[in-house]
């Protein structure tokens, strides 16, 4: 019984390592090619290591501040409006609500 | 009372944000980050709010906890969402500004993740008001105090630990002429949180009491 058991589980084990290694050699296999294909991966340019003053990098290194502060003043115009936009909606939904169901009578003030 | 309660809103949002650029555009630009640090003006006012509305919404939820008083719990929801609103101009604008000042977008820094959990709590007092069912208002009260207990701390964070942001001491250095710009902005945004948390609270004592006609009509049907 216990032989059957062990040569059962001997046979799963088994079954499972060559799957696993199936799969490895299928993954593999295809990223190998792909490396031999590709042409060799360009050097980053040299590291400093010493600040570099912000007016003396490369005009190419450096990136341009407009559109960072456009779109930082245009996210934020567009959330508070749209927050206003929002508020008033469900302001108005609830007023009119407590309209329909109590004609007549004055929302309490807060 | 929608109408009469906006319209002075929105035109003065409308003007304040209309004019606030051209306040900003007069300032001068600071000598090492050049024309990015113009963020600053619409970065730090939000960033002062969040904070405020943080501890507004924690004050506000302990004085609930202690007289059970409706009004205070529709206060500190109104601060609550105000807070993440402000949070998320700060979590966009900062960003943007670390883009080019830095050269990333993020770091896990103390200020900076110290304000997203800040904003994470908001969001999950927010959520637990939302689905938390019967009692989550009680339950959200809790959650509010630590965010409170958290704001002094996003806020002095960055004397304490070495972090790529700056230092509390910025606000108090400003160069003069840098001054106007910025008090104009803080001001331009305090008068708008006050007014949403004046109206978002309005809108919660309204929910409030449609909540009871709806129970009381229940009542009568039986």
Not at chain 2, 123 to 145: C, E, H, K, Q, W
């Amino acid at each position: 019984m216990t032989t059957t058991m062990t040569n059962i589980m001997m046979k799963r084990l088994r079954a499972a390592v060559g799957s696993l290694a199936l799969i490895v050699s299928l993954l593999i296999a295809p990223a190998t090619a792909l490396a031999q294909q590709s042409p060799a991966p360009a050097q980053p340019p040299a590291a400093t290591d010493q600040f570099v003053p912000m007016d003396e990098i490369p005009e190419q290194d450096k990136l341009p501040a407009a559109p960072y502060l456009i779109t930082a003043y245009a996210i934020v115009w567009l959330m508070l409006l749209f927050y206003v936009w929002s508020l008033w909606r469900r302001l108005q939904r609830v007023e009119d609500e407590l309209k329909r169901l109590a004609p007549g009578s004055s929302v309490a003030d807060h | 009372m929608t109408t009469r309660f906006f319209t002075p809103i929105i035109l003065l949002a409308s003007f304040m944000f209309a004019t606030a650029p051209l306040l900003v555009s007069q300032a001068p630009y600071e000598s090492t980050m050049g024309m990015i640090q113009k963020i600053f003006y619409y970065h730090v006012p939000p960033a002062i709010l969040m904070l405020v509305s943080g501890v507004v919404c924690g004050v506000a939820s302990a004085r609930y906890l202690m007289t059970r008083q409706k009004r205070h719990d529709h206060t500190a929801v109104a601060a609550a969402e105000l807070s993440l609103i402000f949070g998320s101009i700060v979590l966009v604008t900062g960003p943007l500004w670390a883009r080019k000042a830095w050269g990333i977008y993020w770091d896990w820094d103390v200020r900076l993740t110290s304000t997203l959990l800040l904003w994470m709590i908001f969001a999950a007092y927010l959520l637990l008001r939302r689905f938390g069912g019967p009692g989550s208002d009680r339950l959200a009260a809790g959650v509010a105090i630590f965010g409170a207990a958290n704001s002094p701390f996003v806020y002095w964070s960055v004397n304490v630990w070495r972090t790529l942001h700056p230092k509390t001491s910025v606000i108090p250095t400003l160069a003069p002429s840098m001054r106007p710009a910025f008090y104009y902005c803080l001001f331009a945004f305090l008068l708008l949180y006050l007014v949403l948390l004046r109206a978002r609270s309005r809108l919660e004592a309204q929910r409030a009491l449609l909540d009871e006609i709806y129970l009381a009509r229940d009542d009568e049907d039986r």
